[in-house]
């Protein structure tokens, strides 16, 4: 494998990006950059801040005066861990609405690629738009996959909620990310789709090693 090796991971929520991705990481000593939980803490701040989040520049302003960091397993903003904060009811229903607008995309996507330059560009990044704009020319692209009822299952276990109410808050928040105007969650071109819907995790793990062993 190459020294500066990029390995793009996209797909809807709760399909097993960041349990995926974190194996693969870990497997190769790659760095793991969780781009969702960066939204998520971007979107924390604004609701901390109180601005009107219709306002764009308003929502726009504070996400550029936030400092974002991820190190050891931890989401920072502005030098506190937020990990817990962020995967609030409050944000996870805020993150699409702000995710969408393309300042703040902007801000966070420069704020990406350069983690990962301070990283030797030895990661592997997740998100939905990571092999389509973050990274196009990213080593390996990966875009999972999973029929709704399954990620419903994945998610529902993950955060205690029951299947019916995970299942519907996925798929509205899919259909948002995936039909917004600035970088929709979109195969890449050149990534390997790959349907996990009757794999488990370790499974997927152990397929996106054999196609990054290749490059
Ligand atoms: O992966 P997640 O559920 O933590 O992501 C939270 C939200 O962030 C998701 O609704 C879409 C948005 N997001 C995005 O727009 N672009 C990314 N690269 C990652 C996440």
Redesign the pocket.
């Known amino acids: 494998m190459a020294d500066e090796i990029v390995i793009a991971v996209?797909g809807p929520?709760g399909v097993g990006?960041?349990t995926v991705s974190r194996g693969v990481a870990r497997h190769f000593r790659l760095g793991h950059l969780?781009?969702?939980?960066?939204?998520?803490a971007a979107t924390l701040a604004v609701l901390e801040s109180g601005v009107d989040r219709d306002d764009a520049e308003a929502v726009t302003e504070v996400v550029r005066g936030i400092d974002l960091d991820q190190a050891d397993g931890e989401t920072r903003l502005n030098g506190a861990d937020v990990s817990r904060a962020i995967r609030s009811e409050a944000v996870?229903s805020a993150?699409?609405e702000v995710?969408?607008i393309e300042e703040v995309?902007h801000v966070l996507v420069e704020m990406q690629r350069r983690w990962v330059f301070e990283h030797g560009n030895r990661a592997v990044v997740?998100?939905?738009?990571?092999g389509s704009v973050?990274f196009p020319d990213a080593d390996l692209k990966v875009y999972l996959t999973a029929d709704p009822d399954e990620r419903a299952r994945r998610r529902s276990g993950e955060a205690g909620t029951d299947h019916g109410t995970t299942r519907a808050a996925i798929e509205r928040?899919d259909a948002?990310?995936s039909t917004r105007a600035v970088?929709p969650?979109t195969v890449a071109e050149g990534a390997v789709v790959i349907d996990t819907t009757h794999l488990t995790l370790p499974e997927v793990v152990d397929l996106v090693i054999a196609e990054a062993s290749l490059v």
């Open positions: 996209d929520s990006k960041s969780d781009t969702g939980a960066l939204y998520r996870t993150v699409s995710s969408a995309r997740e998100g939905r738009d990571i973050v928040r948002f990310d970088s969650l």
